[in-house]
């Protein structure tokens, strides 16, 4: 599908707040699934991902078949300890809710940046 304008969205608000982000190209499942091509779209909006020279770390994965995500999940640990994150099970979470919507399958769904907690 490509970049599609959600996460164009996405990636505006991620600079905004200035933050890292993690790159999940999904629908890799797909048989005309085309990385290469999210991969330089991505660069139109100054996201420089590591399979290709830059710093983003980025996984392919297929959220539908459930392959990859242990790998994104690899990633998401490994950049938490780089940037020595830390969490605090006993207090409340705080955050902001970036995206909701209700899904068929499983009700309500939000996209969220946790801030504390």
Known sequence: DG??????????????????????????????????????????????VESIGGEILDVEI????????????????LQAELLELRSNPDRPARGVVVEAQLDRGRGAVGTMLIQSG
Do not use: W
């Open 62 to 77: 297929s959220a539908l078949k459930r392959q990859g995500l242990d790998k994104l999940e690899e990633a998401v640990l």
């Open 3 to 48: 970049v599609m304008p959600q996460t164009i969205e996405a990636i505006s608000h991620a600079k905004a707040a200035g933050v890292p982000v993690i790159v999940a190209i999904n629908k890799m499942d797909k048989p005309d699934a085309d990385p290469s091509r999210v991969r330089n779209e991505l660069l139109q909006h100054e996201i420089y």
